[in-house]
Structures are given as structure tokens and as C-alpha cells.
């Protein structure tokens, strides 16, 4: 992941730059669910996850129903208020 953490593109979800490292946590253990659709342009995401994920996590990854918007906010303003503290 070193050589992609750092990569930025514009989320569509939040109207930001944010970077490959922030799509991958943003559910906490699991990668957003819309990191395929919007780094595939970039480099071979999907072959990525499928190396990085343990076979119980892919299936959460693709099974796990998307949070509404704003509680997709407040949950990444948590996480990030609890790294923050810690």
C-alpha cells in the first residue's frame, strides 16, 4: 500500500481531496465502499483489495449495506477525534 497511501483524487462523497490511505480506512477495518469505482483509473484496485483483505473481510467489504451520507460523516469525525486523542 506504501506506493498508493499517499495518491489523492477528489471524493465524491465528501466533495474533498482525500488520499488512497483515507479511502481504505474510512469504515474503520474496511475500505469505502466506492474505492473500486473511483481509483480503478489509477492502478489495479481490485487486484489490490483481493491482496490486501482476508477472505472474511472482502465478503463484509462487498456485503455490508452503505451508511446514509451523514452518518458516514459523523462516523469519520469520530475516528478521527479518537486518532486524534490518542
Do not use: H
Not at 484496485?45 to 490486501?52: I, M, N, P
Not at 462487498?62 to 490518542?86: E, H, M, V, W, Y
Amino acid at each position: 500500500m506504501e506506493q498508493y497511501k499517499d495518491l489523492e483524487i477528489r471524493c465524491p462523497r465528501l466533495g474533498g481531496e482525500v488520499t488512497f490511505g483515507y479511502c481504505m480506512q474510512e469504515r474503520g477495518d474496511l475500505p469505502c465502499p466506492r474505492v473500486i469505482t473511483c481509483w480503478q483509473t489509477y492502478f489495479p484496485v481490485e487486484t489490490y483489495l483481493k491482496k490486501k483483505l482476508t477472505p472474511e473481510e472482502w465478503d463484509r467489504f462487498f456485503n455490508q449495506p452503505p451508511g446514509d451520507k451523514i452518518a458516514t460523516i459523523f462516523d469519520i469525525a469520530s475516528a478521527l477525534k479518537k486518532k486524534k486523542q490518542s
